[in-house]
């Protein structure tokens, strides 16, 4: 039995994990530089609570690496911060990267063939893995290793930017398997690729 690969983010409802030079501020679900709602940022802590193994592209690591493993520290740090900083550092992680040199929280750098090593790892006896970025992902959706795919779609068009989806050789049937709606309109979605 082969461990599931999910590719689960945040995305606007016209397909993009990230605006134009990579504005992130509509992710929340509240408006402009918002921040998600309570009960969406529990979500998200639970699932990296659960998460065996996250893979992260540069971009997002450079992204997460650089807020999460002090977060918990800041002055004003709610409980749910905390508690995610926590799971974060805590979460064993690979970076997928060629540039990046140094990695650190509980994280493995790999500079060589991402799909090589995606599918190794999928090969293991061990609990369900995240992945995220969307040059990463895309390598993966190319590949047809992405058991899982989970949109938390937040009803803003922001009109182009990083598309949270690639361009593909081939159709990939999904099975819809949970809706859930959260504060502010935002829908998961969650969808099981049929093989």
Do not use: C
């Not at 509240?30 to 893979?55: H, I, N, Y």
């Not at 290793?145 to 050789?169: Q, S």
């Not at 999904?174 to 859930?180: A, K, P, S």
């Amino acid at each position: 039995m082969m461990r599931k690969l999910t590719f689960g983010m945040n995305v606007t409802l016209d397909g993009y994990i990230a605006a134009p030079g990579d504005d992130l501020g509509w992710s929340g679900g509240e408006g402009p530089d918002s921040s998600p709602s309570d009960e969406l940022f529990q979500w998200w802590s639970d699932r990296v609570g659960a998460t065996g193994l996250a893979l992260y592209g540069r971009k997002l690591w450079e992204a997460m690496s650089s807020h999460w493993p002090t977060a918990d520290q800041q002055p004003g740090a709610t409980k749910a911060e905390i508690e995610y900083a926590r799971r974060w550092r805590d979460m064993p992680k690979v970076v997928f990267s060629s540039t990046t040199s140094t990695v650190d929280w509980n994280t493995r750098l790999v500079t060589g063939d991402a799909v090589t090593e995606i599918t190794r790892l999928k090969a293991a006896d061990a609990g369900p893995m995240d992945i995220g970025g969307a040059t990463l992902a895309g390598a993966a959706m190319r590949a047809g290793l992405i058991d899982e795919y989970l949109l938390v779609t937040v009803p803003v068009l922001v009109g182009g930017g990083t598309p949270f989806f690639t361009a593909l050789d081939s159709w990939v049937n999904l099975n819809l398997v949970e809706t859930r709606t959260f504060p502010g309109g935002v829908v998961l979605t969650r969808y099981e690729t049929r093989r």
